[in-house]
């Protein structure tokens, strides 16, 4: 019912978008290792940067697994330095510049903001809600209020102002007042975009492992506090991306919100999105994979609806142990090249290239999803861990199974919260 009430009460503040909005709007979707990224190292190697996604994937799982037996726990664990992507908006009135995570794992977008009773280095100024004119509190009786779990609210009375507590499974937090605030974002197809009256948490203690080039979070996820959830009357529900590899290094991905052209492209598949708590997460259902023409089902022992989340800021893809297992070596049937050893111990099978020119023959995967077959191809699945060896890039998983973003790269990823649908559609993501 909470949920219902908060989109309601936001159709009214979604007349004032600017009618770029309602066409769809499309920012810069800022992978960490970019050089346009504040996080950019020149002196890692692309070998280094992968294994601290691997690492940074891995950190992200682990706090998921951690207390799986709850499912309402979940959304506290998610790491929140382990996002992969970020964007650019501005906050208040005047506008104050945010570089932020954007995460399809959160819920509830927050800033640093003044002043703070404890808060990480940040580079960028602080968001100062005193200094804005269009900065409100939301007051304990609010349904935006009533969204967060009552283990994440509480009140503070003598103000009547909402406060929030998320604790991250790496032992970072963020406390602060829930608040509405204007958040204008820079849209690369036209003029920038106003956003009035956007609920948000404005944090005031923050600690732990965050990094001081980011400001906070942009939660992309599904509950009903996410920021794609609460403009979804404006955007007709949608939004999309487009993942460039990684590889690219002088074009940025993109992220859209609203209708993308982009999602109409020949070779669309779509499978619906699959109800599960928490609702912040985007479950799919995986049926099998295939290695070139040999198909592998999924175990009917674990097979169940909705056994995979798509997750944009986790690198790797984690597969359930048993299928894992099959596509494993199916793949060493497949390759037809001498075996290798990952130095580092973390992934397998691995496969030497002979001499310079000696690319691998590696096949393409398809992932069966219900109603939608997606093709990946080897800059997908597979990774160059040394000069002349390359391994496969997906772990197995007991329990959690993601489809990461290293699989989602070249492919328009279009989520329709209306229909309850994600759609995939192959595409030169540096074009779009």
């Known amino acids: ?121 940040q580079k960028s100024p602080l968001f100062d809600p005193k200094q804005s004119s269009t900065y409100k509190n939301v007051p304990c009786g609010a349904d935006s209020c009533h969204a967060l779990d009552s283990s994440e609210r509480s009140c503070d009375r003598k103000q009547d102002y909402c406060k929030y507590t998320y604790h991250y499974g790496d032992q970072s937090y963020t406390k602060g007042n829930v608040a509405t605030e204007h958040l204008t974002i820079g849209s690369t197809n036209g003029s920038p975009v106003s956003l009035p009256e956007i609920i948000f948490g404005c944090g005031h203690n923050n600690g732990g492992t965050f990094d001081g080039a980011g400001s906070g979070i942009v939660g992309l996820g599904g509950g009903p506090l996410s920021f794609v959830s609460q403009i979804s009357a404006t955007i007709g529900g949608e939004f999309s991306y487009c993942l460039v590899p990684t590889s690219t290094s002088k074009v940025t991905s993109k992220i859209t919100f609203g209708n993308s052209d982009g999602i109409s492209s020949a070779g669309i598949a779509t499978t619906p ?18 290695v070139g023409d040999k198909r592998l089902p999924y175990a009917t022992s674990s097979m169940e609806h909705g056994n995979m989340i798509v997750d944009s800021g986790t690198t790797l893809t984690l597969l359930d142990s048993e299928l894992y297992d099959k596509l494993e070596s199916a793949l060493e049937e497949a390759i037809k090249a001498e075996r290798g050893s990952d130095p580092r111990g973390f992934l397998s099978p691995c496969f030497k290239e002979a001499g310079k020119d000696g690319a691998l023959n590696l096949p393409v995967l398809t992932f069966h999803f219900t109603s939608a077959d997606v093709q990946l191809q080897p800059y997908n699945t ?43 559609a192959p595409t030169d993501c540096t074009k779009h």
Request: with cysteine; proline share 5%; hydrophobic share 40%.
């Open 273 to 290: 999105l699959i109800e599960k708590e928490p609702s912040t997460y985007y479950y799919v259902t995986l049926e099998a994979i295939s």
């Open 1 to 121: 019912m909470a949920s219902a009430c908060i989109l309601c009460s936001l159709l009214f503040s979604a007349l004032f978008l600017r009618e770029a909005a309602a066409a769809g709007f499309t920012v810069d979707f800022i992978h960490r290792d970019s050089p346009l990224s504040p996080l950019y190292n020149p002196l890692e190697t692309q070998f280094d940067r992968f294994y601290n996604a691997y690492h940074r994937s891995i950190s992200r799982v682990n706090r998921l697994r951690s207390k799986s037996s709850s499912s309402k726990a979940l959304q506290s664990h998610i790491i929140p330095s382990g996002g992969e992507y970020f964007m650019n908006f501005s906050i208040g009135t005047p506008p104050v510049e945010v570089f932020a995570i954007a995460d399809t794992g959160s819920d509830l977008t927050w800033v640093q903001c003044k002043p703070c009773d404890q808060c990480y280095d």
């Open 382 to 424: 597979f990774a160059k861990v040394e000069d002349d060896l390359v391994c496969f890039a997906m772990v197995p998983s007991n329990d959690i199974a993601i489809f990461g973003n290293l699989a989602q790269m070249d492919i328009m990823v279009g989520y329709d919260l209306a229909k309850r649908t994600l759609s995939f």
